[in-house]
């Protein structure tokens, strides 16, 4: 029709039906709105705790298998009604524990992916594309997208580690690769305890000493951003809202987070907050020295050009 209809007011019989027998939906009439003024987040700030993780992760040998090491982790799982996975939008982190004498069977998968060390002896390492990288307390490993990786404890106490990914990512792109090695265990055809892929804690707590706040490896992983954080008694941080998620993770000390509908935490080594997107939030050290890692999806925000337009 080229010439504009007369109103009538009336909804011609059957009309939404046939609608939606053709999957049209009319935008005069939408569901719920698909804009909106500023960033919403469907996520919530959170915490975990790891005295908690690790005991419960202790009660788990009891019955998850060495067969089973490389999934004997707790997902931290933002708490949020119908949430079963992501910690934040773009990324996920959970708690691993290797025992003794076991293997994590290699695989790889286009999620990027790193671990910071949490507890862990001599002899466990990461084994990533054939390549034996060491891993001790506090470094920070890198296993960039569709590298091979595997994780053996060859010494004789319990590696605890976190792994933070960006699998929410790659979910919602729709671009998940998953394989699982073909030899179960990769086998090992070098050893590289200086790989560019681990990041000291020793090298890092020097940076951070010196300089504060110091970048991990950037342009490492293409999606996540990684950040070491050294703070003396007193000393903090404030941020306004922000359109990366971030998660941090406490490496030495204690710090104080403060945070827009959370309220005020106190977090020791090990302890794990997300504070997605659009929070305000301070970090403060409260121990003379304090020091913690920031993962988060900046390297995407800034890839795809978005920022905040309208920041607080
Ligand atoms: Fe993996």
Redesign the pocket.
């Known amino acids: 029709m080229s010439q504009a209809a007369t109103l009538t007011h009336e909804v011609p019989a059957g009309f939404f039906e046939n609608l939606q027998a053709h999957a049209l939906s009319p935008g005069w009439a939408k569901k719920a709105p698909q804009m909106w003024p500023v960033p919403k987040p469907r996520f919530v700030p959170a915490v975990w705790r790891y005295a908690d993780a690790r005991a419960a992760l202790d009660r788990a040998c009891a019955f998850v298998s060495p067969e089973q090491a490389?999934r004997r982790n707790l997902i931290m799982v933002n708490p949020i009604a119908d949430n079963i996975y992501p910690t934040c939008r773009n990324l996920v982190a959970a708690y691993q524990l290797v025992l003794p004498g076991e293997t994590a069977r290699s695989?790889?998968?286009s999620?990027n992916?790193l671990r910071l060390i949490l507890d862990a002896g001599s002899q466990t390492f990461t084994i990533v594309n054939g390549v034996q990288v060491d891993v001790a307390p506090g470094d920070v490993v890198l296993?960039p997208s569709w590298h091979w990786?595997g994780h053996s404890n060859f010494g004789d106490e319990p590696a605890f580690w976190i792994?933070f990914?960006d699998v929410p990512l790659v979910q919602n792109l729709e671009c998940m690769y998953f394989e699982d090695h073909p030899l179960r265990n990769e086998p090992i055809v070098g050893h590289e305890p200086d790989s560019a892929l681990r990041n000291k804690g020793e090298d890092l707590e020097r940076s951070m000493r010196a300089d504060g706040t110091v970048d991990i490896a950037p342009g490492g992983l293409k999606t996540i951003g990684l950040q070491a954080i050294g703070l003396k008694r007193g000393e903090a941080q404030a941020h306004g809202k922000r359109i990366d998620n971030n998660i941090y993770a406490i490496t030495a000390g204690e710090v104080r987070m403060t945070v827009e509908n959370l309220g005020t935490a106190d977090l020791v080594r090990g302890d794990v907050i997300v504070i997605p997107c659009w929070h305000t939030f301070t970090i403060e050290g409260r121990a003379d020295w304090s020091s913690l890692i920031r993962v988060s999806d900046e390297p995407v925000m800034k890839a795809l050009g978005f920022r905040e337009v309208k920041a607080v």
């Open positions: 490389e695989h790889r998968h999620p992916a296993t990786h792994d990914l």
